[in-house]
C-alpha cells in the first residue's frame, strides 16, 4: 500500500514557476513508477510527466515538454515536477500517482493504482 501527499501549489503569475513536491510512504518507493496527472475544470485528467522506478527515465506531455521537469529523490520517498514558464492553461488541479514497476501505458490513468489527494496550480495572466 502507497499514500501520496502533493504540495506546492499555488496562485502564480505567467510566466512564473512552481515547484510541486509529492511524498510516498511505503518501503518499496524505489519500485514505484510515477507520475502527475493534472485536470482542469470541466475536462478530463490528463498526463503531465512521468518517471520509471528503475532508471529515472522521465516522459512529458508535448505541452509542458522544455518546461517542466519531473525528478524523484529515493532517500526522501519524494518525487518533484519544477514547472517553470507557467501558463493560465496550466491551471488545474495536479495529482500525483504511483504504479508499481509501471507499464508501458505510463500516460495512462488507469495504469495507476495509487493517487494523491490533488494540490490546485493556479496561473493568472
Known amino acids: 500500500q502507497v499514500q501520496l501527499v502533493e504540495s506546492g501549489g499555488g496562485l502564480v503569475q505567467a510566466g512564473g514557476s512552481l515547484r510541486l513536491s509529492c511524498a510516498a510512504s511505503g518501503r518499496t518507493f524505489t519500485s514505484y513508477a510515477m507520475a502527475w496527472f493534472r485536470q482542469a475544470p470541466g475536462k478530463e485528467r490528463e498526463f503531465v510527466a512521468g518517471?520509471?522506478?528503475?532508471?529515472?527515465?522521465?516522459y512529458y506531455a508535448d505541452s509542458v515538454k522544455g518546461r517542466f521537469t519531473m525528478s524523484r529523490d529515493n532517500a526522501k520517498n519524494t518525487v518533484y515536477l519544477q514547472m517553470n514558464s507557467l501558463k493560465p492553461e496550466d491551471t488545474a488541479v495536479y495529482y500525483c500517482a504511483a504504479d508499481f514497476f509501471g507499464g508501458s501505458d505510463y500516460d495512462k490513468t488507469y495504469e495507476y493504482h495509487y493517487w494523491g489527494q490533488g494540490t490546485q496550480v493556479t496561473v493568472s495572466s
Open positions: 518517471i520509471t522506478w528503475s532508471d529515472s527515465n522521465t
